[in-house]
């Protein structure tokens, strides 16, 4: 069973629990990827790695972790990533129309729920 206190959110522990249930080993926050921050080098490290790809996880993805994303995904074309999304339907901010799986959509970001990341990783 997963210790809470090892994640940074209740959403990444039950993500860990889940991949422990079907048995998917899983590294969590042991990569570091380095970045670019324009004008500034920056450091991301995913949430889950597992067969080949690094999944981040978001219950609240605000504009700040959106830009970080577009930054890291093309600054590392051979690495694949994945967002995770606890509600992929939510609006991005309040009173728009445009949703975290219809954002991650039109930059060509792949994204899932939990229940898809482990369908596709228990394939």
Known sequence: MS???????GFEDGVASQLEANGIKY??????????NPATNCIYT????????FYETKGIWELPDRKKMM??????????????FQQPNKPIRKGSKTTYAMWCDKNKIDHCTVDEMIERLTK
Do not use: L, N
């Not at 590294?27 to 670019?36: D, L, Q």
């Open 3 to 9: 210790k809470k206190s090892v994640y940074r959110s």
């Open 27 to 36: 590294e969590y926050e042991k990569h570091k990827i380095a970045w670019v």
């Open 71 to 84: 930054h890291v995904i093309k600054q590392h074309p051979d690495k694949k990533f994945c967002m995770v």
């Open 46 to 53: 995913p949430d889950f790695y597992c067969k080949g790809v």
